[in-house]
Every structure is written in structure tokens, then in C-alpha cells.
């Protein structure tokens, strides 16, 4: 087998065989890159040929830049070349390193280990973005409804349009600002300058709105360096777009953003009676953290087809989401490394859309989702590359649905919570299933899931599918799928009295707190995964978002003023 190896491979150099018909289970190594940080994660992608039979790994460790002390992440994922819905990927490892220090440099080792060959070691600095503030030395000028348009005409990089308290008409930003000197358009009192009718920056780069609020929407299309924080939104259709060429590097945080939908049978689905985007961009490194949203088709949403630009570097945090009628979060159609993080979500028909990732990595991490309807993920049109890690999930009906004849690949989902049971019907004209713990039937054996806790509440069953594998019982599903340290968990796992959705999932049902009681099933029971559950209490993780004792995030718009996002460094355990 080696002779021949050596023999097809000295064809393909001297041209004899072509090179894709050659064994080339060695690694080259190519180009190493950092593509937009953003303010608390690295994106690393390293490019390689070869590793045709996959089997090259790469280990990661960083720190601040001139500290001694090194910290693992997780490896990079492994991503085969591949295709989908006319986008295509390169052969890579990929992956991010997360919770990070705002404004920071940071040194980034990896190993390259294969053993057909072409291991190699590599480090790397890059630098986290700070909080995008006004610049130091900028000039406030006043502003009231009748200047609004002479002063914003004349703006120059540096100033601060500050609105007095009044009502204001539709307006478009027509300069640039730059990097470190943005255009500032704020409220002198936040909330009292209120826009009726849209804001537009359209093609305009570094214009910061601050403090608005707006009866109708806030849109960039095509621009660089946007922020949107501190306003509200109340909308007809959507809230904060950008689309058309995209945006870059926006950051959109501590905003309240309001829809018209509401929560109905009639209103659940694609094609239900719902309206509106909560906030929706394309583009890469855009940020969206620490907002509320209710009452959207979308509440926030990735571009699909073709309106999706370079959709990589994307961060969705700790979002506070009520009333989806069709999905929470649809990070659909991204490209490598969007995040979606520590965000909860209640009341919604689907809970966290791929539809489809390009590839991945995309990470789904720590988010909670209550009164989920239909699916908790979306993982629709031959996704490939979705990881899971550490996620709440009750819903009646099927638990760990994900409901498509269309094969999805290379997912990996460890250490999650997925409760279902009783309340299954049809809703929007879906079934969400009679109450299997898991219906995977389309993931392909590239999949990997493990160290998961399921139930199904009221049906004194347990049964379901992951790929072809069936089983009806604890015991059948560790030992015919690869769940071999699945746990079986009921709603006595939370610490506090959590209602389950036996009636279904109306009326809207308020937000619980789903922190985890000790000594239960759920307690213990997950892996170790680097840079992700570090500060695990115990003798191992436990499963789901949150870890015995940990304080709830903050979710939705942070209450003190002008507070940069700090790293969750890790909160207040209790030991067990």
C-alpha cells in the first residue's frame, strides 16, 4: 500500500496522474489567518491541501500577549473542502477562542498533528476590538428638530450630535466618520429624542446612534463600523438591517427593539401570519449582544441565498428573546465562526435556525430556549459544521428535533439539555413530534453526539433516532448510538419549580429560570471542554447552560450607563 502511495503521488508531480486522483492523506500546510476579531472572540482559520482521510488535528493555546501563562481552547475543527447552495469552502482547520478581554493582544499557538505527515507548530498575535466609543477630543453640537438637517449636512469625523428632547422627523446620515473619530448622533436624554420615521446611513462608514428613540427602523446598507446602542426600536416590519453589500464590524448592543407579531397558532412558521426582522445583517465581525427583541418573524437574523456577504467572524450574545414566530436566532447561511452564545429565548417556533451553515464552525453555546415550538435547531438544507455545546432546551413534543430529510454533516454536540414529552401536536401546521428524546433521522455518521441529558416528561418513554441508530431506552441508546454517556434527567434538575408544556405551547409563557438543583441528574455529568466550562465546580461540567451556582448572565440591554461588555471570566460557583 506504501509503494503504491509513493507511486500515484510521484505520478501527480510529473504530471502523469492527475493530483486528485493521488493518496494524499498528508498535510501541506498553508496560510494562517485571523479574520475580524471581535470584541471578546479570535476567529483562526488555517488552510491547508491534503488530509484526505481527515485525520489532522490542531491543538490550540493562547495568552495575553507578554504574560507567562498559556490557556487551552478547544482544537479547531477539521473542515473538508466542500459546496452547498451555490457557496463553496475551502480545506481548513478553523475554530475560535472564546471569552476574551476587550482591546487585548494575544499570543496564539497551534500544533498541527497529523501522522501521514506535515505537522508543524505556528504562533500568531491578534487583538481583540475595544468598545467602540466617541473620539476624546470630539465636538459636541446641539441639536434640536429644526437644526437636525443643517447640522448633520455639515458634520465632520469627530463631532456629536447631540438631540435635545423633541420629536424628530425620518433622517439620513450623509458623511463619514472614521475609526477613531465616528460621527456620534445622540440623545441628550436617552430615549426623549424620538425619531418617527426611519434612520438611514446608508454607504456611510464609523456613524454611532446612541440613545434614540426610533417609530420605525434604523438601516446601513453597504457600510463599515456602524453602532446602534442604547436605543429603542418600536417598528412595523423590521428593526436594525443592513443589507445590500452588507456591513462590517458593526456593533448593535443594549437596545430594546419591538415587533408586530404576536403570539398565535396563526402566526407560527415560515409561512405564518408574522412580519418583521428584528435586527438583521450580513456581513462579517458584526456584533449583536445584550439586546431584547419580541414580537418578530426573526428576531435576529443572518442573510439567506443570495443577499449572504461574507458572513463570517459573527458574534449574537446574550440576547434576551421573546415572541419568534418563525425563529429566534436564524444564523442561516453563515461561513465560518459566527457565535452564538449565552442568548435565552422563550416563545419561540424555533429556537436556533443553521439553515444551512456553509461549513462551519457554527457555535451554539450556553443559550436557553423555553416554549421552543417545533425544533430547537434548524439544521435544514444539508447544514454542515454545527456545534453545540452546553444548551437548555424544554419544549413539548420531540425533544432534540431537528425536523429535514436533507443530510446534515460534521455537527458535534456535547454536554446540552433536551427535555420534550407530552403537548405535541400540530402547530402552525407542523407537528412538533409525540415526545421522542431525540429525532435525528437525517444526520449522517459524521455526526457527533455525546454527554447529552434527555427526557421526555409525561410519556413514561424513551424513545427516539439519531441517524439510522432507533432505540427505546437509556440503555439502547448508549450502547447502539454514539450518546454513550447519555443521562436521563427529569424537570427535578432545576432549582426552582419550572412548569412543563403538557398544555402546549399557548398561552405565552413567562421566562423561567432554569439554573440546576445540586445533586440531580444533570449535576457532574458532562465533558471537559477547554475555554469553554474552565470553571467547572465538582468532579466534572455539568450539563446544560448553566453550572451548579453560577449567577444568571445578563441577558438584554445592560442598565448602567456606558458600561463596556467585560469577559465572562467565570461567575461565583458553590461548591458541591
Not at 507567562?68 to 477562542?97: C, M, Q, T, Y
Not at 419568534?324 to 465562526?337: L, P, Q, R, S, Y
Request: net charge negative; proline share 5%; glycine share 12%.
Amino acid at each position: 500500500m506504501k509503494t503504491l502511495r509513493l507511486a500515484l503521488l510521484a505520478g501527480a508531480l510529473t504530471g502523469l496522474i492527475p493530483m486528485s486522483a493521488a493518496a494524499q492523506d498528508a498535510t501541506t500546510p498553508g496560510a494562517l489567518t485571523t479574520p475580524y476579531p471581535t470584541l471578546t472572540n479570535l476567529s483562526i482559520e488555517w488552510a491547508i491541501a491534503g488530509d484526505d482521510n481527515l485525520n489532522g488535528v490542531v491543538t490550540l493555546r493562547y495568552r495575553p500577549t507578554g504574560t507567562p501563562a498559556w490557556k487551552n481552547s478547544l482544537p479547531l475543527r477539521r473542515i473538508p473542502a466542500g459546496s452547498n447552495e451555490g457557496f463553496s469552502w475551502d480545506n481548513k482547520h478553523s475554530g475560535s477562542v472564546f471569552n476574551l478581554a476587550t482591546d487585548t493582544e494575544y499570543e496564539i499557538e497551534l500544533t498541527l498533528t497529523d501522522p501521514d505527515g506535515g505537522s508543524e507548530t505556528r504562533t500568531t498575535t491578534v487583538r481583540t476590538r475595544p468598545v467602540p466609543q466617541a473620539s476624546p477630543t470630539g465636538t459636541e453640537k446641539p441639536v434640536t428638530p429644526a437644526t437636525l438637517s443643517q447640522v448633520a449636512g455639515s458634520a465632520v469625523p469627530g463631532d456629536i450630535l447631540l438631540l435635545a428632547d423633541g420629536q424628530y422627523a425620518g433622517f439620513t446620515i450623509s458623511q463619514d466618520g472614521n475609526q477613531t473619530e465616528p460621527i456620534v448622533v445622540r440623545a441628550q436624554t436617552r430615549g426623549a429624542a424620538v425619531v418617527n420615521g426611519d434612520v438611514r446611513a446608508d454607504g456611510h462608514n464609523y456613524i454611532y446612534f446612541e440613545g434614540l428613540t426610533v417609530n420605525g427602523k434604523i438601516k446601513f446598507n453597504n457600510a463599515i463600523g456602524i453602532t446602534v446602542r442604547y436605543c429603542t426600536i418600536n417598528t412595523p416590519d423590521d428593526g436594525i438591517v443592513s443589507m445590500g453589500g452588507g456591513s462590517t464590524n458593526a456593533y448593535i448592543a443594549d437596545n430594546v427593539v419591538l415587533g408586530p407579531t404576536v403570539w398565535t397558532d396563526a402566526a407560527l412558521g415560515a409561512s405564518g401570519d408574522n412580519l418583521g426582522e428584528g435586527i438583521e445583517l450580513t456581513g462579517p465581525g458584526n456584533v449583536i449582544e445584550h439586546n431584547y427583541l419580541k414580537g418578530f418573524r426573526d428576531a435576529i437574523s443572518t442573510l439567506e441565498d443570495s443577499g449572504a456577504v461574507n458572513q463570517v467572524s459573527i458574534d449574537i450574545l446574550n440576547n434576551d428573546i421573546e415572541v419568534g414566530a418563525d425563529d429566534a436566532i436564524e444564523a442561516d447561511f453563515t461561513m465560518g465562526n459566527s457565535r452564538v452564545m449565552r442568548n435565552r429565548i422563550t416563545n419561540s417556533f424555533v429556537g436556533l435556525s443553521s439553515q444551512p451553515s456553509l461549513g462551519g464552525p457554527a457555535y451554539f453555546i450556553r443559550n436557553v430556549m423555553y416554549n421552543v415550538v417545533y425544533a430547537p435547531f434548524k439544521l435544514h438544507r444539508s447544514s454542515v459544521g454545527d456545534v453545540a455545546l452546553h444548551n437548555t432546551l424544554i419544549k413539548c413534543g420531540d425533544a432534540f428535533r431537528v425536523a429535514t430529510s436533507d443530510t446534515w454533516s460534521q455537527a458535534y454536540f456535547r454536554n446540552n439539555l433536551f427535555i420534550g414529552g407530552q403537548g405535541g401536536g400540530t402547530y402552525g401546521g407542523y407537528s412538533n413530534g409525540s415526545g421522542r428524546v431525540a429525532q435525528l433521522e437525517a444526520a449522517d455518521s459524521t455526526c457527533q453526539f455525546d454527554y447529552d441529558g434527555y427526557a421526555s416528561i409525561g410519556t413514561g418513554t424513551f424513545e427516539g433516532r439519531i441517524g439510522s441508530d432507533t432505540f427505546s431506552s437509556l440503555l439502547e441508546m448508549q450502547a447502539n448510538t454514539t450518546e454513550a454517556n447519555a443521562v436521563e434527567v427529569d424537570m427535578s434538575i432545576f432549582a426552582q419549580a419550572v412548569a412543563f408544556l403538557a398544555d402546549g405551547p399557548f398561552p405565552e409563557r413567562a421566562i423561567p429560570d432554569l439554573r440546576l438543583a445540586a445533586g440531580t441528574a444533570a449535576i457532574d455529568k458532562g465533558q471537559v471542554l477547554a475555554n469553554i466550562n474552565d470553571n467547572y465546580s465538582g468532579a466534572a461540567p455539568d450539563l446544560g447552560a448553566y453550572e451548579l451556582g453560577d449567577d444568571l448572565p445578563i441577558y438584554g440591554p445592560r442598565v448602567t450607563d456606558n458600561v463596556a461588555p467585560q469577559a465572562p471570566t467565570g461567575l461565583t460557583l458553590i461548591a458541591k
